[in-house]
């Protein structure tokens, strides 16, 4: 047959090239596959072996040293105190960082120095944040192990994710909006106010929700600040020492009993909940919002 | 563009405004300064006991022991193992998926992967630390019969898939940058799908490739909680995957686990080590950044 003619008088890569290309193609599944099957056994596993524990009293119960009765009261109640208390923090200071560098200052030379500066805080490991809470508000400003020093280590972590994440919304209302605004004799805050952060707002949220689950899991810079391991009882102020879900989880999967594995799988499940949860709600979020524009 | 005859007090206001937020702009400044500060401070006062040299050239880390020897060595191999391994699989697996979601993939199936992909980056480092001790280092034990309970193996590669996502989305922005017209090029030269991508687009997204592989290793030089619970804390100067190490990050919290007295040379080393991790991840993180933005401004 002709085809069979000319395939035959092709060179060897164009008469494999299709076969190439379905490997390639396949890698790149498999590839993707992976990630997928890690996360699929990660929460099957961790659901198999802590499921005998995921009663109502594993959420009443203070640690114990009886793996079995041992509860993660004080670690929920914990990072609740941290995360609401370092929200208000960061917040707040990363949208009016994210509003100056964004609308306000222009392109000089500060700003580009700024813009640099937290780019590169992003990428900072959060231990070096322990290391800077520890230093600074542990010792220099002496808030002590308190929730308050976690709390505002966590915000000094999640701070550059809030600016990023609102500066990038900023950019995305159209300059329209603020040009009609102005036409209309609004002043500079004014437009920001009720015209650009109202518009922005869907993906400041989103923005925020990350930042906040971000601050959910992280463990090592809350243990850099002296966050227990072994807390019997509920912090009544910002100054009480705490503990939180990851630390006690990283507490019982340092024990060598099994019975504590046990307890860190069901602890697993329950922060893995709480991400899954917060970055799905996140993401739908920033779903729907697109499909708006 | 303030109006020329705008109130007085709505002027005042305006400038408030502007002065208050111009202040939230600066703490990222102080945030910077307060991280060096900090760093600095102890690290003098642990030089002024310790020579750099020793320091930098010595093989024996055992500031917790009564004989203390401050090499820090053995903690970075410990850290280069460990990241070795995670890039070993983060790369090509980041890499792939990326040329996958990118040139190959329908638009219908990059919108279901994408997201699955970002939650894989944001599972708390606790949870892959559990995973890499409970799941993978049995799992390796039945293939690797010598490997010990705590390695670096384990936590290595579980460190590369929590990577992996990283490297796929900053590799994948930098492949759908190049421009379409490049592609069309190549195709109109006779050259197949995988022709025109390992010949053209990766060639021409290079950098931000780069750039992505430099951030992957910063992330895992400063991966703390998987090392911490899955490599063990033995310090040791090796590149054996299939033994118990230390890392610059599990080192550090050790030593805050554990009661060593706030004012001791002890409690000063992690400040040290701490600092080589952060000019470390910040070197890496810059000539990433620049990378980055070289090649976008070529593309756009």
Same mark, same amino acid.
């Given at each position: 047959?002709?085809?069979?003619?000319?395939?035959?008088?092709?060179?060897?890569?164009?008469?494999?090239?299709?076969?190439?290309?379905?490997?390639?193609?396949?890698?790149?599944?498999?590839?993707?596959?992976?990630?997928?099957?890690?996360?699929?056994?990660?929460?099957?596993?961790?659901?198999?072996?802590?499921?005998?524990?995921?009663?109502?009293?594993?959420?009443?119960?203070?640690?114990?040293?009886?793996?079995?009765?041992?509860?993660?009261?004080?670690?929920?109640?914990?990072?609740?105190?941290?995360?609401?208390?370092?929200?208000?923090?960061?917040?707040?200071?990363?949208?009016?960082?994210?509003?100056?560098?964004?609308?306000?200052?222009?392109?000089?030379?500060?700003?580009?120095?700024?813009?640099?500066?937290?780019?590169?805080?992003?990428?900072?490991?959060?231990?070096?944040?322990?290391?800077?809470?520890?230093?600074?508000?542990?010792?220099?400003?002496?808030?002590?192990?308190?929730?308050?020093?976690?709390?505002?280590?966590?915000?000094?972590?999640?701070?550059?994710?809030?600016?990023?994440?609102?500066?990038?919304?900023?950019?995305?209302?159209?300059?329209?909006?603020?040009?009609?605004?102005?036409?209309?004799?609004?002043?500079?805050?004014?437009?920001?106010?009720?015209?650009?952060?109202?518009?922005?707002?869907?993906?400041?949220?989103?923005?925020?929700?990350?930042?906040?689950?971000?601050?959910?899991?992280?463990?090592?810079?809350?243990?850099?600040?002296?966050?227990?391991?072994?807390?019997?009882?509920?912090?009544?102020?910002?100054?009480?020492?705490?503990?939180?879900?990851?630390?006690?989880?990283?507490?019982?999967?340092?024990?060598?009993?099994?019975?504590?594995?046990?307890?860190?799988?069901?602890?697993?499940?329950?922060?893995?909940?709480?991400?899954?949860?917060?970055?799905?709600?996140?993401?739908?979020?920033?779903?729907?919002?697109?499909?708006?524009? | 563009?303030?109006?020329?005859?705008?109130?007085?007090?709505?002027?005042?206001?305006?400038?408030?405004?502007?002065?208050?937020?111009?202040?939230?702009?600066?703490?990222?400044?102080?945030?910077?300064?307060?991280?060096?500060?900090?760093?600095?401070?102890?690290?003098?006062?642990?030089?002024?006991?310790?020579?750099?040299?020793?320091?930098?050239?010595?093989?024996?880390?055992?500031?917790?022991?009564?004989?203390?020897?401050?090499?820090?060595?053995?903690?970075?191999?410990?850290?280069?193992?460990?990241?070795?391994?995670?890039?070993?699989?983060?790369?090509?697996?980041?890499?792939?998926?990326?040329?996958?979601?990118?040139?190959?993939?329908?638009?219908?199936?990059?919108?279901?992967?994408?997201?699955?992909?970002?939650?894989?980056?944001?599972?708390?480092?606790?949870?892959?630390?559990?995973?890499?001790?409970?799941?993978?280092?049995?799992?390796?034990?039945?293939?690797?019969?010598?490997?010990?309970?705590?390695?670096?193996?384990?936590?290595?590669?579980?460190?590369?898939?929590?990577?992996?996502?990283?490297?796929?989305?900053?590799?994948?922005?930098?492949?759908?940058?190049?421009?379409?017209?490049?592609?069309?090029?190549?195709?109109?030269?006779?050259?197949?799908?995988?022709?025109?991508?390992?010949?053209?687009?990766?060639?021409?997204?290079?950098?931000?490739?780069?750039?992505? /592989?430099?951030?992957?290793?910063?992330?895992?030089?400063?991966?703390?909680?998987?090392?911490?619970?899955?490599?063990?804390?033995?310090?040791? /100067?090796?590149?054996?995957?299939?033994?118990?190490?230390?890392?610059?990050?599990?080192?550090?919290?050790?030593?805050?686990?554990?009661?060593?007295?706030?004012?001791?040379?002890?409690?000063?080393?992690? /400040?040290?080590?701490?600092?080589?991790?952060?000019?470390?991840?910040?070197?890496?993180?810059?000539?990433?950044?620049?990378?980055?933005?070289? /090649?976008?401004?070529?593309?756009?």
């Amino acid at each position: 047959m002709n085809n069979v003619y000319h395939n035959l008088h092709d060179p060897w890569w164009v008469r494999r090239a299709s076969g190439i290309d379905q490997v390639v193609k396949y890698l790149g599944i498999l590839s993707i596959g992976v990630g997928v099957v890690v996360l699929a056994v990660l929460t099957g596993q961790a659901v198999l072996q802590g499921l005998p524990r995921l009663h109502a009293e594993f959420f009443t119960s203070f640690p114990s040293r009886v793996a079995a009765q041992a509860g993660i009261l004080s670690a929920w109640v914990g990072t609740i105190w941290v995360v609401v208390l370092c929200a208000c923090m960061s917040v707040p200071l990363g949208i009016m960082t994210a509003i100056y560098l964004e609308e306000y200052s222009g392109k000089r030379l500060l700003s580009r120095i700024l813009e640099i500066n937290i780019a590169n805080l992003a990428g900072v490991p959060s231990i070096i944040y322990g290391l800077l809470g520890l230093g600074l508000f542990v010792r220099f400003l002496s808030f002590g192990r308190s929730v308050l020093a976690g709390a505002a280590t966590l915000a000094l972590l999640i701070l550059p994710i809030v600016i990023l994440a609102t500066r990038e919304a900023l950019r995305a209302v159209p300059h329209s909006l603020r040009e009609g605004s102005y036409a209309l004799g609004a002043s500079r805050w004014q437009t920001m106010w009720h015209q650009v952060l109202p518009a922005a707002f869907p993906s400041v949220l989103t923005g925020i929700i990350l930042a906040v689950s971000r601050a959910v899991g992280e463990t090592a810079p809350l243990i850099m600040i002296g966050a227990l391991t072994y807390v019997a009882f509920l912090p009544q102020s910002v100054r009480d020492p705490f503990t939180v879900l990851p630390i006690q989880i990283f507490n019982w999967v340092s024990r060598p009993q099994q019975a504590f594995a046990a307890n860190a799988a069901a602890g697993v499940v329950v922060l893995l909940g709480i991400t899954l949860i917060i970055n799905a709600g996140a993401i739908w979020l920033r779903q729907r919002y697109r499909q708006k524009i | 563009m303030l109006a020329r005859d705008a109130v007085y007090p709505r002027r005042v206001f305006e400038r408030a405004i502007e002065a208050l937020l111009k202040i939230a702009a600066f703490s990222s400044i102080v945030i910077t300064v307060g991280i060096i500060a900090v760093l600095m401070m102890e690290m003098v006062q642990f030089f002024q006991e310790v020579s750099l040299w020793d320091f930098l050239t010595g093989r024996e880390w055992t500031p917790l022991f009564s004989n203390k020897k401050f090499g820090v060595l053995p903690l970075f191999a410990g850290t280069a193992i460990t990241s070795i391994i995670a890039m070993i699989v983060a790369l090509p697996l980041g890499l792939m998926s990326a040329i996958y979601l990118s040139e190959y993939a329908k638009e219908s199936v990059r919108s279901v992967v994408k997201p699955i992909l970002e939650i894989l980056a944001a599972v708390p480092t606790v949870v892959y630390g559990y995973f890499a001790l409970q799941l993978v280092t049995p799992l390796l034990q039945r293939f690797i019969p010598s490997l010990s309970g705590f390695n670096a193996l384990s936590p290595g590669i579980v460190m590369g898939i929590m990577i992996l996502p990283i490297i796929s989305s900053l590799s994948e922005d930098a492949l759908r940058a190049v421009p379409h017209s490049l592609r069309e090029g190549s195709y109109a030269l006779g050259a197949s799908r995988w022709q025109m991508v390992f010949s053209v687009a990766v060639p021409a997204a290079l950098s931000g490739i780069v750039s992505a /592989f430099l951030l992957g290793v910063s992330r895992a030089i400063g991966e703390t909680m998987i090392v911490a619970i899955a490599a063990g804390l033995q310090p040791r /100067f090796t590149l054996n995957p299939l033994v118990p190490i230390e890392t610059v990050t599990s080192y550090i919290v050790q030593v805050s686990m554990g009661d060593t007295p706030t004012d001791s040379l002890e409690y000063r080393t992690i /400040f040290a080590v701490g600092m080589t991790l952060f000019l470390a991840a910040f070197m890496l993180n810059v000539l990433g950044a620049w990378l980055q933005n070289r /090649f976008r401004e070529v593309y756009e």
